[in-house]
């Protein structure tokens, strides 16, 4: 059974940081290009960041890049992303996917003062 497991988000002022993680398991995990998604209330998702098999190659949604980094541990099956001078606008349910095909179940990060 694949399992993707997200942890990290929540509360923090403007300006701050926070560092997502999502922890894979039941899936060959550095066969899958990783990528984070977002979703606002009332809005679509919103992919954020992708980072390729070996980590290598990274792209970014224009609205974090600058900002937000996406990395890998293959070897411990997990997929990051740092968030750092975070917006009221980056409040959202983050979720990770594997190869679009697997998702996590999401964790909400609230950026306000």
């Known amino acids: 059974q694949v399992r993707l497991v997200e942890s990290g988000g929540g509360l923090v002022q403007p300006g701050g940081s926070l560092r997502l993680s999502c922890a894979a398991s039941?899936?060959?995990?550095?066969?899958?290009?990783m990528n984070w998604y977002r979703q606002a209330p009332g809005q679509e998702r919103e992919l954020v960041a992708t980072?390729?098999?070996?980590?290598?190659?990274?792209k970014y949604a224009d609205s974090v890049n600058g900002r937000f980094t996406i990395s890998r541990d293959n070897a411990k099956k997990t997929v990051y992303l740092q968030m750092n001078s975070l917006k009221p606008e980056d409040t959202a349910v983050y979720y990770c996917?594997?190869?679009?095909?697997?998702w996590g179940q999401g964790t909400q990060v609230t950026v306000s003062s």
């Open positions: 980072i390729s098999t070996a980590g290598g190659t990274t």
């Open positions: 996917s594997a190869g679009r095909r697997y």
């Open positions: 039941g899936l060959t995990f550095s066969s899958y290009i």
